[in-house]
């Protein structure tokens, strides 16, 4: 391992064997953590080859369970966001694409920090259940086209160790280490295709335009090396998306956007990341044609009812879709009001996701426990003109010592102007 | 830590604080290894200032015992090599320089792989011991001007610790790290100067001058934020020191050295060192009266004396020094011949060493056990002229089966040419 350790640190490329004899070394713990954080450390300085990456992410994804989709037909489809502020899209995209005939097989993770987690939002619906084994997954999938689930202990463990060391010695933040990350949770899920949405700005892992496409070409690149179709769109992630931060609150702009009624961004979003879904998928032939048959089926309700079919499948309760007043909220509610006039130039998603923990919607560390019906209602987002006094978000909590604390972190989103801002571009590049 | 880390990983300067922190939770195992060592890997990369490396030096030598030699009159000397084969200077010097009236307190180690270790080569001499306790060490100094010992296992505890955890992290190699590991130790033993040798080339830690540079400007950086005075002289390392390598065989070549009848290379080397010890202990005003002072100290036989009294002082049978044939030898040995005729054009040092470790002169690990008679005699060296069938080393082993294997190294040591070679330099470099 002393000699692995000062190849990569030479910046010498490894061999396949080389890198699967580090990580069955460092699942079966003979080879000790404190060599693997220094080649982790290595890794962060000289970088892998995309043969490295490409077979460091083949080799986790093979450290557990593989989920073999083959009895479902068709192209599977998987969705990966890199994280958000808002970011609600999967619980939007997977009905919409699965109605359009695209077998969703979708398995996803919880919340941390100031971004959210799928799971955490749809445990905020009464009765519904996250926990599928891989024979419900499967079935559930060739009834109804569409299961989102967590994902199982076994799979990637290698992956799952490996991330826990990083984030203790300094290691998270690396292109290599962060394609492989999920590209070997996504490959392992079984998926034929995958779109991966990521995320640049303020609320983002990645904080400028550059590094997000180098983390695109090299999550493309192990798709190629490992004969799947990789798209990345790039989406800004400087404000949060959609109106609503919080568990509850962000199911309510779910079914809003799926019946036709979601904010701009928010809609626009999916129906981009839909449109490369289906052309992936082979059911469109084209983005154009995508979008029509996504706007289709959200005009006709099927995109909405196939959202019902996997809420009930997964023994959610349907009437808290039906009426969304009945899902969680909270004791108390705070109107969170300007005490600026002008156009809001910037609203920092990462000061706006951080406000909503303190109000009880996130996680401080993996052992918060969540409050679903927390969160924060964003009455105005960037471009709008507000009065002095005007409300620009309602805040709810459990906890009322929290609207101070919260209200601390919203004063620092904001920036005000007095022209007009230009308006940014919420996509930003699609990459193949 | 991992803030420190990241801090270290992105090139930002570490206060005192930080670094006490990083090195006290290290000692006390509240920080984990694959912190330190991904840390470690950091500094490989970022490097350290030259305030950290002073800061990581002082914190590391007050870490354990520090040795008080204020009891002992006059400007206290130390000398380090940074190792090489067949480097017998410090056993030569320590008696030269104490004969000329500076006080030598040297603390000294034993050898790994092809570098040997002074201490192993003076348990060649029967009877001597290198356990000194602390007042043992202060009263023969007082009373000989002299002492050479073992260091004490509470010697800057954490350094030990710091290079056990680089040396299986791949980050042993750095200027930094080796410069504060190295300066602790000197620092800690209470010298108020100290020379040192920085060997260069094939047989030596450092394999280009550039870096020997960079560690003597770092060495003497340290020195200057502690108030000590450091001499750096970098020296070559090609081809082995003197004629003999093996412990025995190089006390014989101490003996004949202290005597005037020494090789000319570690003559020429101990000559060099010497003048400076003298100047730095202001026992000489200038380099120039500092050698005709050490040369006139072997001459009249003062220095040879003041070994002797080293060697009985700390128990060691003067018989043997006074009948070096009775020093230990081996069973068997064995004539190198040359196969080839021409001059000798390079004797890479690292070959010899390695193949005397095959002989039993040295350790392949911590845990060998050193045969003190075994070893090598040159006969030629570099410039000098064989014919095929001459003799050019004389093997000595009391395991047979070894000389071929240590053959086998040798054969690899040198290299011909049909005209004689240049002289190179041995000293390269002198930086205050």
Redesign the interface.
Known sequence: ??EL??KK?NGIELTKEEITSIIDGFTSESI???????F???V??KGMTRAETANLTDIMMRSGELIDLSEIKGIKLDKHSTGGVGDKTTLILAPLVAAAGVPVAKMSGRGLGHTGGTLDKMEAIKGLSIDLSREEFIAQIKKTNIAVCGQNANLVPADKKLYA?R?????VDHISLISSSIMSKKLACGADAIVIDIKVGHGAFMKTIENAEKLAATMIGIGEKMNRKVTAVITSMNEPLGCTIGNALEIKEVIETLKGNGPEDLTKLCLELGSHMLVLGEVSENLIQARKTLNNLIDSGAAYKKFEELISAQGGDLNVIKQPELLPSTQFLETYKSTNEGFISELNALDIGLASVKLGAGRETKESVIDHGAGILLKKKIGDYVKKGEALAILYSNNPASFTKAAELMELAYTFSQEKPLEKPLILKTVH
Not at 32 to 38: G, L, N, V
Not at 167 to 171: C, E, H, L, P, S
């Open positions: 391992m002393i350790i000062i640190r000790p953590d404190y060599q693997i954080s220094a982790l450390m290595a962060y300085f060391l984030d203790v010695t300094g290691t």
